[in-house]
């Protein structure tokens, strides 16, 4: 009898697996810091900033792709909760601008802003959230920060594996109590 090995399980796609988070390329910025530069480029191709959202208050969500289940999922869920939200939700992840908005318009997401990081690399080297190892290396980390109006993190959340969905409710709270 062969015996294999527990290998954890992480969704992506139609596949499941489970993977705790990687190691990151770090540091990620912390609560009580000042957000540090975000250049990305939106689903239409034009080029954006998260300094384009100062005054507002937002929640950034980076993930490795939309073209994953897990990330699928907690772009559709943000997007049907931010329209009760009344602060700006912003995505990042290493999808190409053309997949961005193949999904979006594939799923109706019109709430978030998708945005991407293949050109700038801000949120995987400034930001520290590339991940370092395993099969998804070089893509982003599950991540959730809530920034304030001043540009300042007040709430920070890595998910325990990173096929784990974030906690909505907890993000979601930060942001209201910012409003």
């Given at each position: 009898?062969?015996?294999?090995?527990?290998?954890?399980?992480?969704?992506?796609?139609?596949?499941?697996?489970?993977?705790?988070?990687?190691?990151?390329?770090?540091?990620?910025?912390?609560?009580?810091?000042?957000a540090?530069?975000?250049?990305?480029?939106?689903?239409?191709?034009?080029?954006?900033?998260l300094?384009?959202?100062?005054?507002?208050v937002v929640?950034?969500?980076?993930?490795?792709?939309?073209?994953t289940?897990?990330c699928a999922?907690?772009?559709?869920?943000?997007?049907?909760r931010?329209?009760?939200?009344?602060?700006?939700?912003?995505?990042?992840?290493?999808?190409?601008?053309?997949?961005?908005?193949?999904?979006?318009?594939?799923?109706?997401?019109?709430?978030?802003?998708?945005?991407?990081?293949?050109r700038y690399?801000?949120?995987?080297?400034?930001?520290?959230?590339?991940l370092t190892?395993?099969?998804?290396?070089?893509?982003?980390?599950?991540?959730?920060?809530?920034?304030?109006?001043?540009?300042?993190?007040?709430?920070q959340?890595?998910?325990?594996?990173?096929?784990a969905?974030?906690d909505?409710?907890?993000?979601?709270?930060?942001?209201?109590?910012?409003?």
């Amino acid at each position: 009898m062969t015996v294999r090995p527990a290998f954890p399980r992480v969704l992506i796609s139609t596949f499941t697996f489970t993977m705790p988070q990687p190691a990151f390329h770090g540091p990620l910025p912390s609560v009580g810091t000042t957000a540090p530069t975000l250049r990305y480029v939106k689903a239409d191709r034009h080029e954006a900033s998260l300094q384009d959202h100062m005054g507002q208050v937002v929640v950034l969500i980076a993930f490795p792709s939309v073209d994953t289940s897990t990330c699928a999922l907690e772009m559709r869920t943000f997007n049907q909760r931010a329209t009760e939200l009344g602060a700006r939700v912003l995505s990042i992840s290493m999808d190409l601008p053309f997949a961005l908005k193949r999904f979006c318009a594939a799923e109706g997401i019109a709430n978030v802003e998708a945005g991407s990081d293949f050109r700038y690399h801000d949120a995987a080297h400034v930001w520290g959230a590339a991940l370092t190892e395993g099969a998804l290396a070089g893509t982003l980390g599950r991540i959730t920060w809530v920034i304030d109006q001043e540009g300042v993190i007040r709430y920070q959340e890595v998910a325990p594996e990173l096929g784990a969905e974030p906690d909505y409710e907890a993000a979601l709270h930060a942001a209201k109590a910012l409003l």
